[in-house]
């Protein structure tokens, strides 16, 4: 009972995910031949809503539904490792017609060969923790 909230927030993401239409992998390939604005559209109002929350959460200095204060750290700008992880993530959206979000709502959408992505994600996830200390950061 005490995660209940947050399995009904998954629902509702999955919800406005299927309704919205970005696990649909004609519009992920739509975006990608750069023939539609849909996925771009989405995209940017994210990125804008998630900016303006980001400087919410530090302006009034909120905190967690549990009470503890959120700590948003700077990170070290670095554009070789921001280049080669957004070719990696772009790579594999494309391959996968997912991005990490959409990959469960599709499982619930009965895609159930997306458990093989995850299943790739998790292994991937798996090999950068070991292979952490020995990459550039």
């Not at 070789?80 to 997912?98: K, P, Q, T």
């Not at 959409?102 to 790739?120: A, E, Q």
């Amino acid at each position: 009972m005490k995660y209940i909230k947050y399995c009904l927030l998954g629902i509702l993401f999955g919800i406005i995910m299927t309704k919205s239409e970005v696990i649909s992998w004609y519009r992920i390939q739509e975006m990608f031949r750069f023939q539609s604005f849909h996925m771009y559209g989405v995209i940017g109002s994210t990125v804008a809503t998630g900016i303006i929350i980001i400087q919410l959460i530090k302006r009034l200095q909120l905190k967690t539904i549990s009470g503890d204060a959120i700590d948003i750290k700077d990170k070290n700008s670095g554009v070789v490792r921001y280049l080669a992880g957004g070719i990696l993530f772009g790579l594999g959206w494309a391959l996968s017609g997912a991005c990490p979000g959409p990959m469960f709502t599709l499982i619930g959408n009965g895609y159930t060969v997306f458990i093989v992505v995850i299943l790739s994600a998790v292994l991937g996830t798996y090999a950068y923790g070991l292979l952490r200390d020995k990459l550039p950061h």
